[in-house]
């Protein structure tokens, strides 16, 4: 383009102005982020916080694993201060550019009115050129220059015209496109410096990042385990179909994260080849000598003894080997979820006839219980109030006497306060509200199931391959709600809802057929009149079967349901009726095959029309599972702290849920992780139905990852029906005896096959 130039900045303020809002736009958001804050604790929280020695220990060396965090935070603080400062000098900076140019007026330089004389402008050009010229004491060889291009603008003639008319004594300017970076950095002697740190940023230290990132990413997989290690779980788990707790431990301990070649953090001393064979020689039943690979190697035996001496509660002989265990201890959480997802992994393939052995459910119930006791530092044989603080093996006496026989922790909630004292009576003041803290701080879980086929005309009736779905719901209590005599009949309360939920459940089927029947009951006269009318429109034909009256399903507006249903069977009547005035018309003139075709007729428009409504209503549930889903898989993994002062590091109290079937040992339904049950949460587990036609028990399980004795199950009845037989009216549907014969051959066994099952067949 005429008339236009590109320029580097040479006085540099179009560069101040770039590297000012550059900065401004770090220097914000860091600020708000990163600046070091103090998290101000709830006092309400901090009171009820375990104040036992071993909680006080843990903290203490939580404090002390951080030891770089006080200076990182003293960095973090002076980048930021000298950030702003930075910031600051700049904003000065680029206030005090001279704009003498871009803002030139000749009569202001001056100090006279617009449109001033000659004489005028004279006389203020000598008073101020006496003041302001280089060669007087008070002289500023700037000011005098920019009087003197004022004076000139004001009495050249040329110059006034164009100053009056474009705002420059010079005339109208070029358009000028200016590149915000001062003129050095194109320089030739720069120019060598410039390439330099182009080449370093952009060909070394970014391809570095983005590969590091990258080899880092390959390594591992979503929770952040190595794949190596998930590859060895896989192969282990595939040859252990049953796998007993011990060796479920053993095959932890061998992962790659302990392994010094796989991770570097992993420090190997020499004090290791003393201090590991005696902690050997204080452990039985360890299995050092097995000859499998990894199972037999230094690394995997050195972290299968201190994960035995973690859950012995064993003093360890040396600070280096403790730390060790901490490290260990403090991986082990994300590796059990890591293994759990293997096993459930191999039970989908051994479904899929992908492998020829299907693992049991023992194994991965094995593989839970790893986590709760690895994070209470227990074995799974022990007493859960081990659990609670001051509480030691020597206490156990107090809580078996002969009038009270407390096992668990919530038979010791149940208790009235004064049974409660006088049980824990070797137990100080100060060490029994310490225990009341932790009991009444644990988990009470309200765990309640409901089962429908959502995808069926009938939902409440299970039929042989339909999809099951199971409908999940987890309300979370604390123990402090069991306290007291009223909490125990509460809770009996309960138990006896829960124990007796079988017949409650048939119980509440009988009053749902009930009414069904009183529903049935009022549509009888409309169903009379159809029968009555088809009965001789069909002679010959073999009768269609007839279909199942739909349950009612509960829903929260049944008055609009009715409604529905009212306006449905209005518009019903009026057209049932039109055929049977025809017939008295046309008595005469018809035969069998018209009122055949007329009955069909109607018989379409009313599948039609129901087909339609059940579509509604399938969709309206689909939409309500859609966002069910979706607010399932927006949880964040926060969760109510566990008291765990065995555990080295903080944790959050997680969930397994999932549905077996203890007969045929089987696992139905992948296990559901709950990670947010703050107060309450809902999730769905859908598995598909056998295709054998019985009554079958099945089992809805639920699971702690962090405290030992707070598992729950609930026995589901599934009384399976047989399916409905396929029409085959239409063309489109007619299968043929081969097909369906080749269907059932080559079909999946069930999810819960039984071997006598698999010998009738």
Request: net charge negative; with cysteine; hydrophobic share 30%.
């Amino acid at each position: 383009m005429g008339g236009q130039k590109f320029e580097y900045d040479e006085s540099g303020s179009t560069f101040f102005y770039f590297v000012l809002s550059f900065l401004a736009l770090i220097l914000v958001p860091a600020t708000f982020y990163y600046w070091p804050r103090k998290r101000k604790e709830d006092p309400v929280k901090q009171a009820e916080r375990c104040q036992c020695p071993n909680c006080i220990k843990k903290q203490s060396i939580i404090e002390q694993s951080q030891p770089y965090k006080s200076f990182k935070n003293f960095l973090i603080k002076l980048a930021i201060i000298s950030g702003w400062v930075l910031l600051a000098f700049l904003a000065y900076k680029v206030s005090q550019f001279d704009y003498e140019m871009s803002n030139f007026d000749p009569y202001e330089i001056l100090g006279l009115p617009p449109g001033a004389t000659q004489a005028e402008i004279k006389k203020s050009y000598r008073k101020q050129s006496l003041i302001l010229h280089p060669d007087k004491e008070t002289g500023d060889e700037k000011a005098f220059m920019k009087l003197t291009k004022a004076y000139q603008a004001l009495t050249d003639d040329e110059a006034r015209r164009n100053w009056e008319k474009y705002g420059n004594p010079d005339g109208p300017g070029a358009m000028s496109f200016g590149i915000a970076l001062p003129s050095w950095i194109v320089e030739k002697e720069n120019s060598v410096w410039v390439l330099g740190l182009y080449a370093l940023v952009f060909m070394v230290a970014l391809p570095t990042v983005v590969g590091t990132w990258w080899y880092r990413s390959i390594r591992y997989s979503g929770e952040q385990v190595l794949l190596d290690t998930t590859q060895m779980y896989f192969y282990f788990c595939h040859k252990t179909p049953s796998m007993p707790l011990k060796r479920a431990l053993m095959i932890l301990a061998a992962s790659c994260e302990f392994d010094r070649r796989h991770n570097s953090e992993i420090i190997e001393r020499i004090t290791d080849n003393e201090e590991v064979p005696m902690l050997l020689r204080e452990l039985p039943n360890l299995g050092e000598k097995n000859k499998e690979q990894p199972l037999c190697r230094p690394y995997s035996i050195k972290a299968r003894a201190l994960l035995h001496a973690h859950l012995s509660r064993l003093r360890l002989p040396s600070e280096a080997l403790d730390a060790d265990r901490r490290y260990i201890v403090g991986r082990c959480p994300d590796l059990i979820v890591e293994m759990v997802n293997c096993v459930n992994q191999l039970i989908a393939l051994a479904y899929a006839r992908r492998i020829p052995r299907l693992p049991t459910i023992e194994t991965i119930e094995n593989c839970m219980k790893l986590s709760p006791m690895i994070v209470q530092g227990l074995w799974e044989y022990k007493s859960p109030l081990l659990q609670l603080p001051y509480i030691t093996e020597d206490h156990l006496k107090y809580f078996t006497s002969r009038k009270k026989h407390i096992k668990s922790l919530l038979q010791l909630a149940q208790l009235p306060g004064d049974e409660r004292r006088q049980v824990m009576r070797f137990l100080n003041d100060k060490q029994y509200d310490d225990v009341i803290k932790v009991l009444g701080n644990m988990p009470y879980i309200h765990f309640q199931v409901n089962t429908e086929v959502i995808d069926d005309e009938n939902s409440t009736v299970v039929t042989a391959g339909a999809i099951v779905t199971v409908t999940v719901f987890l309300r979370r209590t604390n123990m402090k709600e069991l306290f007291g005599d009223s909490s125990i009949k509460e809770k009996n309360i309960e138990d006896d809802e829960e124990g007796n939920g079988d017949a409650k459940k048939g119980e509440n089927d009988k009053t749902e057929e009930n009414d069904k029947d009183k529903k049935e009951v009022s549509k009888r006269p409309v169903w009379m009149k159809q029968q009555a009318k088809r009965a001789p429109a069909k002679k010959g034909k073999k009768p269609a079967p007839a279909k199942q009256p739909v349950k009612p399903v509960p829903e929260p507006a049944p008055e609009v349901k009715e409604n529905k249903e009212q306006k449905e069977q209005k518009e019903k009547e009026p057209k049932r009726k039109e055929p049977k005035k025809k017939d008295d018309e046309e008595e005469d003139s018809s035969d069998e095959s018209s009122a055949e075709d007329s009955e069909s007729h109607d018989s379409a428009s009313e599948e039609s029309r129901k087909s339609s409504g059940e579509d509604d209503d399938q969709w309206d549930k689909f939409q309500k599972r859609l966002h069910k889903r979706e607010r399932l898989e927006g949880r964040s993994r926060s969760s109510h702290p566990v008291h765990c002062p065995y555990y080295p590091q903080d944790k959050q109290e997680y969930w397994w849920c999932y549905i077996c079937d203890r007969k045929s040992h089987t696992l139905l339904t992948a296990p559901a992780h709950v990670t947010a049950l703050l107060h309450e949460t809902e999730l769905q587990l859908r598995f598909t139905a056998p295709r054998w036609p019985q009554l079958y028990t099945l089992s809805a399980c639920l699971r702690s990852d962090s405290y030992i004795g707070m598992d729950q199950q609930l026995d589901l009845k599934l009384d399976v029906k047989e399916a409905a037989a396929v029409p085959h009216e239409h063309p489109q549907w007619d299968l043929s005896d081969t097909d369906s014969d080749n269907q059932d051959q080559g079909g999946n066994e069930s999810e819960f096959t039984t071997d006598d099952e698999v010998e009738e067949e």
